[in-house]
């Protein structure tokens, strides 16, 4: 069965703070790892990434993948109190089905 | 830009009935998927379907649930006997190359 797990579960900064959240992964076939940012509702797509060693940036926003270590990191710099989300990793398998990890809640203070 | 539509919002229904949850895909992307969440815990995927058949579902989908593309714009999931534990979001996803998109999802409410 595919396992994705995210650490940590949570966690509180302030404004202007960076964070580092860590995405690890087991699955068969790795297709796609992607990351999405779920405020009230849906989930919002912010990087799909295939390749190891590739950074991908978005504003503030970048993720990196090592399928070597099967893990991938998101950093948010300079938080903003508009970041606060719950931030969800998922790997797409050969069959394309996203497996999803329980996700890390980021709580950015003024 | 084009998004993914669900519908209702939210929907609320007594056990036992059946309910039809409605989603419009971005109109070029062909594989569609129904995942689901229930509160406080992970999204978890229900099925996908490509080329007007199921490609794969999970053990959660079981027979009361279907779905079908009627008439080549919507997508929609029907559970046929709604029991307490299917209160959940329900999430519509279509996917263009490896990137799967999310609609607004429609919590459901079995009481």
């Known amino acids: 069965e595919d396992k994705v797990v995210q650490s940590p579960l949570s966690l509180v900064v302030h404004e202007g703070d960076t964070v580092t959240l860590n995405c690890s992964y087991e699955?068969?076939?790795?297709?796609?790892l992607l990351w999405y940012k779920q405020e009230k509702k849906a989930p919002t797509f912010l990087f799909m990434l295939t390749s190891s060693g590739i950074e991908k940036k978005s504003g503030r926003l970048s993720s990196i993948l090592d399928k070597k270590e099967l893990f991938s990191i998101l950093n948010i710099t300079a938080t903003q109190t508009g970041d606060s989300a719950v931030y969800l990793c998922?790997?797409?398998?050969?069959?394309?089905?996203?497996?999803f990890g329980a996700g890390t809640t980021v709580t950015v203070r003024a | 830009e084009p998004e993914v539509t669900q519908t209702p919002s939210h929907q609320v229904t007594q056990m036992g009935q059946e309910v039809i949850l409605r989603c419009v895909p971005i109109s070029n992307h062909l594989y569609f998927y129904w995942y689901r969440q229930i509160l406080g815990q992970k999204v978890e995927f229900l099925v996908s379907f490509y080329n007007n058949e199921i490609s794969e579902k999970s053990e959660i989908f079981d027979d009361q649930f279907s779905v079908e593309r009627p008439d080549g714009s919507n997508f929609t999931l029907k559970i046929r006997s709604t029991k307490l534990e299917d209160s959940a979001m329900y999430f519509c996803a279509s996917q263009v190359g490896r990137e799967q998109f999310f609609g607004p999802g429609t919590r459901l409410t079995v009481l």
């Open positions: 998922a790997v797409g398998g050969g069959d394309y089905k996203l497996s």
């Open positions: 699955v068969t076939n790795f297709r796609s």
